[in-house]
């Protein structure tokens, strides 16, 4: 499986560079972990190398989501280069890597922390005592790029039901909040390197109390390989 | 081209139209059923609310400890805390600023760094502060049974002590606190350096020592001595059989 396939088609971009969810650290030797998927959630995955294909050449990578009891197909790495690693339970919880292949070696394991990102291009920046006080109300947009080598069709959007004071547009205007995916906002086709403009928008209601940890989450769907 | 618009392209096209190689290609790839599936992707990111910072203030009758909770909260200093709420005793007041999500952890407010001040209290006045503690000190075995002490005072102003407190025992118990059977003079300059042999004793003996300070609050006539907070009990085995250890860990020796 390669980079820009399957879940990793889809990618938020902010200014044209790819907006990322999570702050990762640990890796194995030979192997620098460029992203993860979201739907990986935060804590503690695994990943392993095994001796490569049936000729004994080459090195394979499997990745084991957090929470996830079932190890992803390991992926042959028969040379330098990115590869998609995916969790054995849900295909879409994936590990994208980079792969140094003279320093990597059967038979390690090792742990993939994934701690939640803050003020990224979907959590957006933090909120003053004076916004939190008087209320707020932020907008701004994102790319939604297609990262892989054909169109994507049916691109649709929503909002997490535990996600507030987030709405979601097209136009800058007509501002939705869906929370299931037949509700959710159409995005229509993405071609192949294109990218559709997705606009955001958080309210803050006035009096907020503190909070530390609010995550945005919103959820896409698509047609692609 | 859409993907789709592509697809319904390659289905219809007149059959005499010639295919390009990158056609063919996309046709393969992109039409073959089974390759296309559904799929999805979340995108997250996080964000903090922040209050208005405003002052943690901890009191108690020991040093408060971060992350315990606080007596009071104010938005601005001084705050106030009626003495009169208080039993007499000697309190500790720490302060931290906190904006809903992180503290500053304790301010440095006393001296010597310490995070916390004290306040003496007598029927809801401040009668002011003992003295401070011996800032750094050790004892150190010497020749013949002898257990010398060193110590290091430092305190400015009108607060400072007047005398070290030395106790010690000999039997294996700790020695009580404000209750000194040597009392060295400390410097009037608030600096003072102590370096004060014990009596001798036998080889083996179990030597233990609490070094406090102390102010004579009181007159002349009638002391009135207030001793610094009591420090810990230091202990060490007497040798009166080895040589004096080497001054400076040796250097100098050929």
Known sequence: MGPGEHGDALRITASSVESLPHHITGAITGVAVLASAARNGTGVGTIQSYVGGVDGGGVSLAWTAPGSATEGVPVLCPSDGVYLLQDGADAEKWLRVQVYIDSLIPGQGGSIRLYGQYNNAIGSDDVDSTEASAGDVETWTVGVSNASSVGVSNVVAWVDSDTDGIAICLDGSSWVSPTSEGAGLAIGNIAAGATTTLHLQRTIASSSAADGSIETLLHFSWEGI | ?254
């Open chain 2, 1 to 254: 081209m859409a993907a789709a618009d592509e697809l319904a392209w390659v289905v219809q096209r007149p059959a005499r139209r010639r295919r390009t190689a990158s056609h063919r290609q996309r046709a393969r790839v992109d039409s073959l059923p089974g390759l296309r599936g559904r799929h999805l992707m979340d995108a997250s990111g996080f964000y903090r609310v922040f209050s208005a910072a405003t002052y943690r203030i901890y009191l108690g009758t020991t040093p408060p400890v971060e992350g315990s909770a606080p007596y009071d909260t104010d938005n601005a200093l001084p705050a106030y805390i009626d003495g009169s709420e208080l039993a007499s005793d000697a309190y500790y007041v720490s302060v931290s600023y906190y904006n809903g999500i992180i503290d500053s952890g304790f301010l440095p407010l006393g001296p010597s760094g310490a995070t916390y001040l004290r306040i003496d209290l007598l029927d809801a006045e401040d009668i002011g502060n003992p003295p401070l503690g011996p800032h750094e000190w050790r004892l150190e075995a010497r020749s013949g049974g002898v257990v010398r002490i060193h110590g290091v005072y430092l305190e400015p102003g009108t607060n400072r002590a007047e005398q070290w407190a030395v106790a010690y025992t000999t039997d294996g118990s700790n020695p009580a606190t404000d209750t000194p059977t040597i009392y060295p003079a400390v410097s009037a300059t608030g600096m003072s350096v102590l370096a004060y042999d014990l009596p001798a004793q036998a080889h083996g003996t179990t030597v233990k020592v609490r070094l406090q300070t102390r102010r004579n609050d009181g007159t002349v006539g009638v002391p009135s001595w207030r001793y610094s907070e009591s420090s810990t009990v230091l202990t060490i085995v007497t040798d009166a059989t080895g040589p004096a250890a080497p001054p400076a860990g040796g250097r100098g020796l050929a």
